[in-house]
């Protein structure tokens, strides 16, 4: 399945600290246009790492133009952990591992984002940038180069997507929406329908190239320009979209948390949406530090998040994995539905050839996933379907 199928005529708002250079693929997230997945009503499944993405959207779509329009969407991916390099020493020597944490990109709950798109860049050893990618609303993340295909050449200040969605970055310092969050300079992505969505950086002053806060500012048309979607993070704990039809909605942060969604409803009215999120102590995933590590703990408080409530007094409510070293720690393991119907997953263990070289730093998490291993599909309390995968 195509990627631009997915989010092309759709702003799905569904947050690695940075990205990766390349992605390894058993940590692959969201809908990616060169990966095959089995397509259900909510889920999508990767038939390579078994990783499970589930898409619920938030309202109706919105129109604004012949190529633009809207709709919020709710995100879910099964890996959800990123992880951080560590070292430490002891008699025996130096021990390189890694410790499991939330990935940074979840803002609505252990797993699950509400993103309308954001940027990433991650500095090399050597200096300058050895990557940049895209966080798209699916969930997914799209990495960039300087060619669109080997030998063709680069251009000044842009950038190309090589998976197939054909995607175009340029590094603009005239022609953007003017100085927002600091930044008069913008970055704006061409997609191939003939919309652009522009980034403006809104990073406190001082911070490392790597952790620069490239959010996107305004959607527009290209052959269209009154045609236009437009962000405003200038409230504190608040997202304001608006269009070029006045219509206005806002996601609402407690921290870095999505607590709620108001969205504009006929006749001025609105349509709230509610996440309502648990406090839960969970295992951190095969954490397996060596002795030397006494100060890492094995557990974190996870903000799951159990219920998503919908203005017609219906909701969506989940159950997760806690742990242990056989299960995928905070995988969701039960999804009902408003309409009372139900899906439950089982994960596991898959095993990669390795993808990273035999050195001191290289990390078993690359080279394993925790897939799904069945799903289950509930009409009330009657099971109607299962199906098993095998990787």
């Keep these: 399945m195509r990627r631009l199928g997915a989010f092309l005529f759709s702003l799905a708002l569904s947050l690695s600290a940075t990205a990766q250079a390349q992605q390894f693929p058993s940590q692959q997230r969201g809908l990616n246009a060169d990966t095959a997945y089995q ?25 604004v133009g012949p190529n633009l329009s809207f709709q919020l969407s709710l995100v879910y991916s099964s890996n959800g952990w990123d992880h951080e390099k560590a070292v430490c020493s002891d008699s025996d020597g130096n021990h390189h591992y890694s410790i499991p944490i939330r990935e940074p990109q979840t803002n609505a709950g252990f797993g699950w984002r509400i993103q309308p798109g954001k940027l990433g860049q991650e500095r090399d050893p050597g200096g300058g940038f050895s990557s940049r990618s895209y966080f798209s609303p699916d969930g997914g993340e799209i990495f960039f180069t300087e060619e669109l295909h080997p030998g063709y ?48 950086d809104f990073s406190p002053g001082g911070s490392p190239p790597e952790d620069r806060d490239w959010r996107i500012t305004r959607m527009f048309d290209r052959f269209a320009t009154d045609h236009h979607v437009k962000f405003d993070y200038s409230t504190a704990g608040q997202w304001k979209i608006t269009d070029s039809h006045s219509r206005s ?64 007094s219906t909701s969506y409510t989940m159950s997760y994995e806690t742990g242990s070293s056989s299960t995928l720690s905070g995988g969701i393991q039960s999804l009902r539905l408003p309409t ?37 599909s509930f009409t009330a309390s009657t099971l109607i379907g299962q199906w098993a995968y095998n990787y």
């Excluded at 259900?40 to 779509?61: A, E």
């Design 39 to 63: 397509i259900g009503d909510i889920d999508h499944i990767n038939l390579f790492n078994g990783g499970l993405t589930l898409t619920v959207p938030i309202g109706q779509s919105y129109p």
């Design 153 to 200: 050449g680069n251009q000044s200040d842009t950038w190309f997507s090589t998976d197939g969605t054909y995607l175009r970055m340029r590094y603009q310092t005239s022609g953007c929406t003017g100085s927002l969050g600091g930044s008069t300079a913008c970055y704006q992505i061409d997609f191939p329908d003939g919309t652009i969505h522009e980034f403006h």
């Design 249 to 312: 909605h806002t996601v609402f942060l407690t921290g870095d948390r999505i607590t709620k969604v108001e969205l504009a409803s006929f006749g001025g009215a609105e349509a709230t949406y509610d996440l309502v999120h648990t406090p839960t102590v969970i295992d951190r995933h095969r954490f397996f530090p060596p002795n030397c590590d006494t100060a890492t703990a094995t557990t974190i408080t996870a903000p799951l998040l159990t219920e998503f409530k919908q203005p017609e």
């Design 340 to 376: 009372g119907g139900r899906y439950d997953w089982t994960y596991k263990l898959i095993d990669f050839v390795s993808q990273v070289p035999s050195a001191p730093g290289a990390q078993e998490y690359a080279n394993t996933s925790y897939g799904v291993s069945t799903k289950k």
